[in-house]
């Protein structure tokens, strides 16, 4: 007998989609399941129907959940594979923590937020520009999100802090207490580019830990 998918599985591809890859304990947030058993049980059906595929990545990380190419044909997504990068794993995870935490935190609704993946796409073809981690509406304002978790060329943080500036009504960023430079060059940017809110992440984590 055939996996027969109903509202919250569609919903469960997607979200995972969206972000290329998720863990359980997102899918089971992002989606409205009551615990994880239950999401676990549903998972499993997905994988079962050739959905979806869990696969163990990184030593020490839980299994991740793509989509497998039937998964992308049904919602109509690209139907190449999504480039699992292993260096952005620890980034990409923090990034769906950080999604959650808005969501509860300011009451935003899954369909108010904007992934990169999706702003890429809706950029073309041509060429690539920065975009945010994700990017969210509330109140008729414009918000962005960028999770920086190593320290880059103080140019390039700066470059991006004027584009979310000329875009956004705010911009937010999630860094490290450890990523203290990082926090500096955010500091110093802000003289000219006010609209900058920081955030530790450790804060994010221990909020989205209790959900």
């Known amino acids: 007998m055939g996996c027969v998918l109903v509202e919250r599985d569609y919903k469960v591809l997607r979200e995972v989609g969206r972000w290329r890859f998720c863990l359980g304990r997102h899918i089971r947030v992002l989606t409205g399941f009551r615990g994880a058993r239950a999401c676990d049980r549903r998972l499993k059906v997905l994988i079962g129907g050739g959905y979806l595929e869990r696969k163990k990545i990184l030593y020490g990380i839980p299994s991740i959940y793509t989509l497998t190419h039937k998964g992308r044909v049904l919602l109509g997504f690209n139907k ?6 292993i260096d952005r794993i620890v980034h990409d995870i923090a990034v769906l ?3 959650i935490y808005f969501m509860h935190k300011e009451n935003i609704n899954l369909t108010n937020i904007v992934s990169e993946k999706e702003l890429n796409s809706q950029n073309g073809f041509g060429k690539r520009s920065h975009s945010p981690d994700f990017i969210f509406t509330k109140d008729h304002k ?3 999100v960028e999770v920086e978790l190593s320290l880059k060329a103080k140019h390039r943080i700066e470059e991006n802090v004027k584009n979310n500036f000329l875009k956004f009504d705010f911009q937010k960023w999630i860094v490290p207490s450890s990523q203290i430079k990082i926090s500096e060059i955010l500091e110093d940017t802000a003289s000219k580019y006010p609209n900058i809110e920081m955030l530790p992440l450790e804060v994010v984590s221990d909020y989205v830990k209790k959900i």
């Open 80 to 85: 190449r594979q999504d480039n699992i990068r």
């Open 97 to 99: 923590d950080t999604v």
């Open 142 to 144: 414009k918000f962005c």
